[in-house]
């Protein structure tokens, strides 16, 4: 009896264990943050040439493919999508160089949610 009772706890320890997640493959993109962007360069380049005061000063360097993550939103708020890194020097309001500044865009459905690093008026 002790025996059985034995194996009982242990098969439910393992289905416990396997429905909880440890045993399962993680979901698919697609299904938390949105479809792949394989145009992220379009997409950031055209939403740099809206925000930048001189879009067409600007050097854009990609760092990177996108990859799933989240970004604050704020008020605690995160959204989840496709993480893009680079970096972008282009000229300021005084016609100067801004120097070479790492960013990081969050791309959900084709198109900016939100970024890193920079300043809006």
Known sequence: MKRQLRWLLLAGALACLTAGGFAQT???????????PANYKEIITNWLNASLRDPRSAEIKFLGEPR???LD?????????FLVDFSVNARNMFGAPTGTQKHTALLRDGQVVTATG???H
């Not at 993680?26 to 792949?36: D, E, K, L, S, W």
């Not at 704020?74 to 999508?81: A, C, D, E, F, L």
């Open 68 to 70: 799933p993550g989240e």
């Open 73 to 81: 939103v704020g008020k605690g708020q995160k959204v989840s999508g």
């Open 118 to 120: 920079f300043v809006y």
């Open 26 to 36: 993680p979901p698919p993109p697609n299904a938390a943050y949105g479809a792949y």
